[in-house]
């Protein structure tokens, strides 16, 4: 089985599949059983990935993986913010957020900055309306100022009695979740994981800091690979699957 994060692993961040890559999966599900995961959820991942992911991939998993498909049919769903959190723990959260994002000085600010998602909840200090131009303005401004690292330091120090775990991936946003609900997640929805000979996980973010797929690329049920591209990605499978 071969299991992919999206962003900078199978498209460009937050960008569209290509054709080429898209042909490349499928001459791959024919060897190979193919899974995607990935923080976002349904919608946006079939936005990147060009069309109905159920019907493309043998194991889809949004949110990672509190969502949850095979074969095109929904094996499983969870929400964080119903069945896990509360409504008052989730108003103070969101608070301090807002609170927190108000006296944030950045040179720019767009909107939708919290998203509330089945799974998680995506915190993005520019906000998630920004263009593509100011996103990439953005991910050059963190790299220097660590705006997401010291806005997550700042959750885990008001929040340290809550259990929550927080990954920084993408280029403009961090993730909430319940400790354990990171990308590892969806390993335990496999059904009969041990029937593969292996479960080959392909990540660019494989890094303790910062890397939203350290946990999963870490964990012994997977063999991790670390990409640095799309192109990358398709290279290391030609030479792992003689292809």
Same mark, same amino acid.
């Given at each position: ?28 599900? /024919?060897? +190979? ?6 923080? %976002? &959820?349904? !919608?946006? @991942?079939?936005?990147?990935? $060009? ?98 690292? /010291?806005? +997550? ?6 929040? %340290? &009695?809550? !259990?929550? @775990?927080?990954?920084?991936? $993408? ?73």
């Amino acid at each position: 089985m071969c299991l992919f994060d999206i962003d900078g692993t199978l498209t460009p961040s937050r960008q569209v599949i290509t054709p080429e890559m898209k042909s490349f999966l499928l001459e791959l599900k /024919k060897k +190979v059983v193919i899974g995607i995961v990935g923080g %976002s &959820d349904k !919608g946006k @991942q079939e936005e990147q990935m $060009g069309g109905d992911v159920t019907g493309m991939y043998d194991y889809v998993f949004s949110e990672n993986g509190l969502v949850a498909y095979k074969d095109g049919k929904l094996i499983g769903k969870q929400s964080f913010i119903k069945d896990w959190m509360g409504e008052e723990k989730i108003k103070l959260f969101d608070n301090f957020c807002l609170r927190y994002l108000a006296d944030l000085d950045i040179p720019k600010k767009r909107g939708t900055f919290i998203e509330f998602r089945d799974g998680l909840i995506n915190v993005c200090p520019i906000g998630r309306n920004c263009t593509q131009e100011e996103r990439m303005e953005f991910f050059e401004y963190d790299k220097e100022h660590k705006v997401r690292e /010291k806005f +997550v330091e700042a959750l885990r120090k008001e929040f %340290s &009695d809550m !259990g929550l @775990q927080y990954s920084i991936g $993408g280029q403009i946003s961090f993730d909430v979740f319940p400790k354990g609900w990171d990308k590892t997640f969806c390993l335990g929805l496999i059904d009969n994981i041990s029937q593969f000979k292996a479960v080959h996980f392909f990540g660019d973010k494989t890094y303790p800091v910062r890397g939203n797929d350290y946990e999963i690329f870490m964990d012994p049920r997977t063999i991790g690979h670390t990409v640095t591209s799309p192109d990358d990605t398709i290279k290391q499978l030609r030479e792992l699957f003689n292809m």
